[in-house]
């Protein structure tokens, strides 16, 4: 399955969802999907992926699990973020009402899925 289907099945799942990125260890956009601006995704993407290396970095040196994903809020909206393979990162951004931790299952069975057809 190509990666926009599977991003583009990920946003039409999950109620309140506006967009997906696969983003790659650079931060630069592999495949994205957006009912709206697709630049604005692109930024969002680059810079939550960072985050998310920053997290992964952080764990590392702690002991504990590895960081598999993480929840950001802002005043306009959420933003889940998670490591697909060592390399790469997917970013779904969703209404300030969704509920993200409705949107959690499905964005982890996308993960898998992308892992899938990296590797």
């Given at each position: 399955?190509?990666f926009k289907a599977i991003l583009a099945d990920l946003v039409e799942?999950?109620?309140?969802?506006?967009g997906a990125i696969l983003a790659d260890w650079e931060g630069e956009?592999?495949?994205?999907?957006?009912?709206?601006?697709?630049?604005?995704?692109?930024?969002?993407?680059?810079?939550?992926?960072?985050?998310?290396?920053?997290?992964?970095?952080?764990?590392?040196?702690?002991?504990?699990?590895?960081?598999?994903?993480?929840i950001i809020t802002t005043a306009h909206q959420h933003v889940i973020?998670?490591?697909?393979?060592?390399?790469?990162?997917?970013?779904?951004?969703?209404?300030?009402?969704?509920?993200?931790?409705?949107?959690?299952?499905?964005?982890?069975?996308?993960?898998?899925?992308?892992?899938?057809?990296?590797?």
């Amino acid at each position: 399955m190509p990666f926009k289907a599977i991003l583009a099945d990920l946003v039409e799942s999950v109620p309140g969802a506006t967009g997906a990125i696969l983003a790659d260890w650079e931060g630069e956009a592999v495949e994205q999907t957006a009912l709206h601006d697709d630049f604005e995704l692109k930024v969002v993407g680059a810079h939550k992926g960072i985050i998310l290396n920053q997290m992964k970095d952080l764990q590392s040196k702690l002991s504990g699990d590895t960081v598999r994903d993480a929840i950001i809020t802002t005043a306009h909206q959420h933003v889940i973020v998670g490591a697909v393979g060592k390399d790469y990162s997917l970013v779904m951004t969703l209404v300030r009402e969704a509920i993200p931790a409705r949107a959690l299952f499905r964005f982890r069975q996308t993960i898998e899925l992308l892992a899938k057809e990296i590797y």
